[in-house]
């Protein structure tokens, strides 16, 4: 794995960051938002912007007496009832103005770009874009404003959807929506944001093949799972689709096969198709937990699905100039880098955790904490930058802990000066690197251009990955 030059320095961005947002800015936005609307209002702009951001980061189950509690200790001279508290958060206003300031959050750390990593598979391609989401339960009471998915979930859920450029390890872009919003209704929305020579790799949520035509018509590219149920045809204009194991059977190849098809009824989109037949172990798990899952859901797996479960399936427009069919199993374990990505922002940034039964408190609580998430990721897109080009790989998770312990993130957020804080960090990278292991990491993998079968070979955890991505 290479990583290009540096194309800003550290100096760079302490300067982006101490600018990013002044407290003349959050005074500003938020009388523009309405938030403020008289000038002698003892609640400033800027004290609320730091309160439902960085000030909570450390108790996400406060309540209104002690936010005020932070409030008066930052602010000697505020003095503010937990009830007035309560009205000024639960209110449109505060809510504008929280979520203006995560779309100025999110415009401005993603301007400049840092270091590109690059591979030869990767190469080709300006942007790798990700896109998933994070689902958040809610206490039943706001089931009308953010409607559940139905099961053992709560009746109330809010969904993060997330899409985000793994090479420059930037944000793309962020959606709150409510818990009952498929995936693959929200699957055509980066079509609006999608460019010419993009690759896109997403899971089966987000399978829709109405957007795999447009980025096809755009000059974009597209990396995804076959979904069990699309048919898939030999040529353009064929009548009827082929069954797609009896047709592999036939055509007694090995191990990995591919086939040139089209896809869909209505679209016949043309596209690389990859099969790899997996190892009688790694399929017998996944058909197990398909039998499991379907119990669960009260019903049964049907035999086609057992046996469609004994290949990996692959779809894509990417030439075979540029990957060989050994390849597209293995990039598409990028995947999981987004999963990391949530996992870190609820085990360290508690964004899952949500107290209240008003929708305005949630709405403030997630895109106050997603402000801070889109801070680190600009400090965590350095310090990366910094570790690859000491041919190591920067943890992600040891990092984000590293900032947020013994308060040197509330510093330098409240007083918007990073500079130190940088500083410190590029000190301190030995300690955040990930240990060499003989586990390969998914950027490994890529970057010694290992094939998807032999990558079974190395750990158990590509197995647990490639269960979870098929939804077993």
Same mark, same amino acid.
């Given at each position: 794995m290479k990583q290009s030059p540096l194309k800003i320095t550290n100096e760079q961005v302490s300067h982006e960051l101490?600018?990013?947002?002044?407290? @003349?800015?959050? @005074?500003?936005?938020?009388?523009?938002?309405?938030?403020?609307?008289?000038?002698?209002?003892?609640?400033?702009?800027?004290?609320?912007?730091?309160?439902?951001?960085?000030?909570?980061?450390?108790?996400?189950r406060v309540s209104y007496e002690g936010l005020c509690d932070i409030l008066e200790d930052h602010h000697p001279d505020l003095q503010i009832t937990p009830q007035a508290l309560c009205e000024r958060m639960n209110s449109a206003g505060a809510v504008k103005f929280l979520k203006a300031g995560m779309e100025k959050t999110l415009k401005e750390t993603t301007q400049q770009p840092l270091a590109?990593?690059?591979?030869?598979?990767?190469?080709?391609?300006?942007?790798?874009?990700?896109?998933?989401?994070?689902?958040?339960?809610?206490?039943?009471?706001?089931?009308?404003?953010?409607?559940?998915?139905?099961?053992?979930?709560?009746?109330?859920?809010?969904?993060?959807?997330?899409?985000?450029?793994?090479?420059? @390890?930037?944000?793309?872009?962020?959606?709150?929506?409510?818990?009952?919003?498929s995936d693959q209704g929200f699957a055509e929305d980066l079509a609006?944001?999608?460019?010419? &020579?993009?690759?896109?790799?997403?899971?089966? &949520?987000?399978?829709?093949?109405?957007?795999?035509? =447009?980025?096809?018509?755009?000059?974009?590219?597209?990396?995804?799972?076959?979904?069990?149920?699309?048919?898939?045809?030999?040529?353009?204009?064929?009548?009827?689709? !082929?069954?797609?194991?009896?047709?592999?059977?036939?055509? &007694? &190849?090995?191990?990995?096969? @591919?086939?040139?098809v089209f896809l869909g009824q209505k679209h016949r989109i043309p596209i690389r198709l990859i099969a790899y037949r997996l190892p009688p172990a790694i399929y017998r798990k996944r058909q197990k937990a398909a039998i499991k899952s379907a119990k669960?859901?009260?019903?049964?797996?049907?035999?086609?699905?057992?046996?469609?479960?004994? =290949?990996?399936?692959?779809?894509?427009?990417?030439?075979?100039?540029?990957?060989?069919?050994?390849?597209?199993?293995?990039?598409?374990?990028?995947?999981w880098q987004v999963e990391l990505v949530f996992k870190n922002w609820k085990s360290l940034f508690? !964004?899952?955790?949500?107290?209240?039964?008003?929708?305005?408190?949630?709405?403030?609580? !997630? =895109?106050?904490?997603?402000?801070?998430?889109?801070v680190v990721q600009r400090l965590l897109a350095l310090a990366s930058a910094l570790a690859t080009g000491k041919e190591r790989e920067l943890s992600t998770y040891k990092a984000i802990q590293w900032f947020l312990r013994k308060g040197r993130l509330l510093r330098a957020f409240i007083d918007r000066q990073f500079d130190k804080l940088i500083?410190?960090?590029?000190?301190?990278?030995?300690?955040?690197?990930?240990?060499?292991?003989?586990?390969?990491?998914?950027?490994?993998? !890529?970057?010694?251009?290992?094939?998807y079968l032999d990558s079974f070979m190395d750990s158990d955890y590509l197995i647990h990955q490639d269960l979870q991505d098929v939804g077993a």
């Open positions: 101490n600018i990013w947002f002044k407290n @003349e800015d959050c @005074e500003a936005l938020a009388r523009e938002t309405g938030f403020i609307q008289r000038s002698t209002s003892r609640l400033t702009g800027s004290s609320f912007f730091n309160l439902l951001t960085i000030d909570v980061l450390d108790e996400a590109t990593i690059e591979t030869t598979w990767l190469a080709p391609f300006p942007r790798v874009l990700l896109q998933d989401s994070t689902q958040i339960q809610l206490n039943e009471e706001l089931a009308d404003h953010f409607k559940g998915s139905s099961g053992n979930a709560s009746a109330a859920a809010i969904k993060v959807d997330y899409s985000y450029d793994v090479k420059s @390890e930037k944000a793309e872009h962020l959606a709150i929506r409510q818990g009952a919003d609006a944001r999608a460019q010419k &020579g993009d690759l896109v790799i997403r899971d089966l &949520g987000y399978f829709c093949l109405n957007f795999f035509a =447009y980025l096809a018509s755009i000059g974009a590219f597209f990396l995804s799972r076959l979904s069990f149920n699309v048919n898939v045809y030999l040529t353009a204009d064929a009548e009827t689709p !082929i069954n797609l194991i009896q047709h592999i059977n036939r055509s &007694g &190849g090995g191990k990995t096969i @591919e086939f040139n669960r859901k009260g019903r049964s797996a049907s035999l086609s699905y057992l046996k469609f479960l004994k =290949y990996s399936f692959f779809i894509t427009n990417v030439p075979a100039a540029l990957w060989p069919m050994e390849a597209v199993g293995t990039i598409y374990r990028l995947r508690q !964004i899952n955790v949500l107290k209240g039964t008003r929708p305005e408190r949630i709405l403030c609580l !997630i =895109y106050g904490r997603l402000i801070v998430i889109l500083r410190q960090m590029a000190s301190c990278l030995k300690k955040l690197l990930k240990q060499k292991r003989k586990r390969p990491t998914t950027w490994q993998l !890529i970057a010694r251009q290992v094939a």
